[in-house]
Nanobody
């Protein structure tokens, strides 16, 4: 069992930056691949970035590549998402998720989810 809690969301102007954190609990956190997803109003939840259990591999969706960076610190049971050059279309609820296989880009590949944190990009 893994419990996930996101933090760090908020309101930011276009071009600004935010850093999200996802704290995990449970002894097996380090065995899981981690993903960040987002869901905007009226849209399906989509993957943003993912990282393998040992930080050996990462994935980014085309929409955030070059702007977002995913990282993890297994000693702290935490995964991060650094978001730079934010755009209004990045506005969404951001979720972290844990899954047993890297790389799965659909929600069905993840077993545990956080409650989400709101990110709003607006002038």
């Amino acid at each position: 069992q893994v419990q996930l809690v996101e933090s760090g969301g908020g309101l930011v102007q276009p071009g600004g930056s935010l850093s999200l954190s996802c704290a995990g609990s449970g002894r097996t956190f380090n065995n899981y691949a981690m993903g960040w997803f987002r869901q905007a109003p009226g849209k399906e939840r989509e993957i943003v970035a993912a990282v393998s259990w040992n930080y050996g591999s990462t994935y980014y969706s085309d929409s955030v590549k070059g702007r977002f960076t995913i990282s993890r610190d297994n000693a702290k049971n935490t995964v991060y998402l650094q978001m730079n050059s934010l755009k209004p279309e990045d506005t969404a609820i951001y979720y972290c998720a844990a899954g047993r296989i890297f790389l799965v880009v659909t929600t069905t590949g993840y077993d545990y989810w956080g409650q989400g944190t709101q990110v709003t990009v607006s002038a």
